[in-house]
């Protein structure tokens, strides 16, 4: 079982910068993927980004270029650096984590945090 709690959301204005953390606990994830999932009101839970347990990285073409992925196995934990931020890009943000491959589908991970909110005004 992995437990799974994101931090770092808030309000920033269009073009800021915001770093998301995603820490672990409950067990190592050094043999997970994890990814970064973003949920507007009224949408369906959509992919941002996605790192294997090797490092590769993944990125849904709306953030590509402007957001980067990363992970520290030895501190069980992963981040996502946004930069260049939009109106957009408002959404809850879901640190989540599967074993395997990495996946751009949500329902193919096996935990989740409760999100946090960014939003970016204009």
């Known amino acids: 079982q992995v437990l799974l709690v994101e931090s770092g959301g808030g309000l920033v204005q269009a073009g800021g910068s915001l770093r998301l953390s995603c820490a672990a606990s409950g067990r190592t994830f050094r043999r997970y993927a994890m990814g970064w999932f973003r949920q507007a009101p009224g949408k369906e839970r959509e992919f941002v980004a996605a790192?294997?347990?090797?490092?590769?990285?993944y990125y849904a073409d709306s953030v590509n270029g402007r957001f980067t992925i990363s992970r520290d196995n030895a501190k069980n934990a992963m981040y996502l650096q946004m930069n260049s931020l939009k109106p957009a890009d408002t959404a809850v943000y879901y640190c989540s984590a599967r074993r395997g491959d990495s996946s751009r589908q949500p329902g193919e991970y096996d935990y989740w945090g409760q999100g946090t909110q960014v939003t970016v005004s204009s």
């Open positions: 790192i294997s347990w090797s490092s590769s990285t």
